[in-house]
């Protein structure tokens, strides 16, 4: 063996770890995600059914929050969550400019770490966890393609991945590579026509943990048993 093919094969060997070490990465941060990971289906006051929905535990007194335009104009809320129980869901509160919503179970759930996402940048590895087309906890990856990003709503600092995301995945949590929450899915980015152009924007994690303050400080339900 001439030294040019023990170099390859060393190098070969070093590839091969970074890769291992890589994807173990990847398992541990998404593994410690998915527990905190629910679904959320919306029915009005005649039992139809208006909005599917992820969401996240934010607290473990059973605070979930979600997006607040999937869920609007619901009446009845069912929570499905990663242990495969279906809880009746009981809505707190919700900030449409933000696109945050806030709903209660009455079991103690795993909540969701935050990262602090004025520190996301550009190029950063994501993950995004949803139910697109009612596929239960759909993992996808991709990076942060931009931050700041304004589409003309009244709320416009988002951040825009490359993640794929479709309906169903609103509400989802976006993560670092730590499996830490630096965003929620909130939309679907389309051109003109409808098409998905397959971009998505998450309200920052800095931002939902201030307006779900908002949201329990005026609730007008009993969060504390």
Known sequence: MNLRTIRAFFLCISFTGFSSIENAGTRRAISKALPSVV????????GLGIGSAA???????????????????GKVFLVIIA?????????????NAGDVAVLRVYKELRPIRFANSDKAYVGETLF???????LFNTVTSGIVC??????????????????KVNPGSSGGPLLNARGRLIGMV????????????????AVPSNRIR????????????????
Do not use: C
């Open 210 to 225: 201030a307006t779900v303050r908002v949201i329990l400080k005026n609730a007008k339900i009993t969060l504390w048993d």
């Open 146 to 163: 931009g931050k700041s990003r304004n589409i003309g709503r009244e709320y416009g600092d988002y951040i825009q991945t490359d993640a």
């Open 39 to 46: 679904r959320i289906e919306a029915y009005n006051d005649e």
């Open 83 to 95: 242990d495969g129980d279906m809880l009746p869901g009981v809505f707190v509160g919700k900030d």
């Open 128 to 134: 995004a966890i949803g139910h697109p087309l009612g």
């Open 186 to 201: 909130v939309l679907t980015v389309r051109t003109p026509s409808g098409a998905v152009t397959g971009y998505g924007l």
């Open 55 to 73: 969401g996240f535990a934010y607290r473990k007194d059973g605070i979930i929050v979600t997006a607040a335009h999937v869920i609007s104009g």
